[in-house]
């Protein structure tokens, strides 16, 4: 098994694959944070169809740390990055929706928002939202972005959570420090990227409590 690791600041550089079908991630240090390209065999990419990573979530609110991992996974794998939020959280899903296109827009033409789940108002499994998202766009391979710490939840607490990791490609930020291994039948690329640690959480908390110095420091200023 061939691995290749590297450390970037959001500049493109060429990376070989993994050959063997597992996927593994163990912890590091020093304000790195491991990313990992899966990509599931029964998805390989066709000519025809145009490469998309789905960063999808709550955006609850959009960070500073969001905003990070978007570009270093665009610096690494080039596709553009279309920013998806959950129609259910704590904020109002339009507001939420608006602050994450001021990011995309000051970001450049490659990141952009999508609508998708709050026109729909879909509060479904997200495995039920993939696939329907999949027949809406047939044209578009969608390699999903997403937090190891939110990988668990999904095999462990989703509906169809196995099913949602094994028939889609997936970008993996490596967020907790756990050891997160599923023997699926997956090619996996592993970088490495530096970005500041936020939690949207934190932020709501900090501002619930009148802290708007620190929750402002951990925010994009466009949202702010």
């Not at 949602?164 to 690329?189: V, W």
Request: charged share 20%; with cysteine.
């Amino acid at each position: 098994m061939e691995s290749i690791t590297e450390t970037i600041s959001f500049k493109s550089s060429a990376t070989g694959f993994l050959t063997e079908p597992q996927l593994e991630l163990s912890c590091t240090n020093g304000g790195i944070t491991q990313t990992t390209f899966l990509l599931p065999q029964s998805t390989q990419e066709t000519e025809n169809k145009t490469n998309i990573a789905l960063f999808f979530g709550e955006f609850n609110p959009i960070t500073i740390g969001h905003m990070a991992v978007m570009m270093g996974v665009y610096a690494q794998i080039g596709f553009p990055i279309w920013v998806m939020p959950s129609y259910e959280g704590d904020l109002n899903p339009y507001q939420r929706l608006k602050m994450c296109n001021y990011v995309c827009e000051a970001l450049g033409p490659n990141f952009n928002t999508f609508d998708y789940q709050i026109n729909k108002k879909y509060i479904g499994s997200t495995y039920g939202l993939i696939k329907i998202l999949k027949e809406d766009y047939p044209n578009i391979n969608f390699y999903l972005v997403a937090s190891d710490d939110k990988i668990e939840k999904i095999l462990k607490n989703y509906s169809f959570g196995q099913e949602l990791f094994t028939e889609n490609p997936f970008i993996i930020i490596k967020r907790s420090g756990c050891q997160l291994k599923n023997n699926s039948h997956i090619l996996t690329r592993t970088i490495e990227i530096k970005f500041p640690c936020c939690s949207s959480k934190e932020i709501r908390k900090q501002i619930k409590f009148g802290n708007y110095e620190k929750a402002k420091s951990q925010l994009p200023w466009q949202v702010w």
